[in-house]
């Protein structure tokens, strides 16, 4: 009895996401992409017009400079987070007990806040008569206040900081998973500490690497109001691209193109998270058996 109560609840559960899924998910996207086939009007968002002609227009190399730039931002800002996330996370699952607890919170307690407001207090930290630069006075380590604000580096530090914690958290989950055996086995065998971190410890913890670059891409790609506030809106990317399309061009047929195309490079990245993963599984049966 108590099992098949067990399976009702979880079909249940299932079904409900699955609603979810469909009506604030796939329906939307299904409208976007039908969206993108139809023409923008003069008097209204939408004619009921089929046309490619938006297609034709996000090949142009004009906006394809825009995603280039959008590509390059969010490649440096997983590598950055990448560096930082790789101690963090093995520092992390070597704690034990409340420590190990302590760390978790202190590294989710960032997401009790909206991340607009922690944008707001990065701006107070890097002003030029902010914390930073007020400190850095005081010790005498510069001699005038630094222009972070409203540059390419500003932005960086804003999407390293908002994002670190969604590149530490899969690694970290690779690291608890981590079969220490193979660890063992290679130091017998002579490994240094170099060898034993590239041939055994980084392809067994890859899931969670691509897990983490995924979930730290995606979002630096659409994330525009990072941009906006701390490079003052000086370069322009996919996220603040479709919205400027939508708001203030009213073009919804362009923006709905920029973002198919969006939904379909996260897709493939989806794709090779499965790959990735799928081979690591294997790997370690194989390494096993």
Known sequence: MKHKSIGAFGKTSIGLFGIWLGLFALVPFALVFCASFLTKGEESFLVWEFSLQSYQKIIDPLYGSIFTSSLKLSVLTSVLTLIFALPFAYFLSTLKGQLKSLGLLLMIIPFWTSSLVRTYALIAILKTEGVL?????????????????????????????????????????????LDHRYIEAARDLGANSFWLSIKIVLPLISPGIVAGVILVFLPSMGMFFIPDLLGGAKDLIVGNFIRNQFLTFRDWPFGSVASVALTTIMLALIYLYTKVGRFGSKKDDDALF
């Open 133 to 177: 630069n007020t400190v850095l006075l005081f010790l005498g380590v510069i001699n005038e206040p630094l222009n972070i604000l409203y540059t390419q580096h500003a932005v960086m530090i804003g999407m390293v900081y908002t994002l670190l914690p969604f590149m530490i958290l899969p690694i970290y989950a690779s690291f608890e998973k």
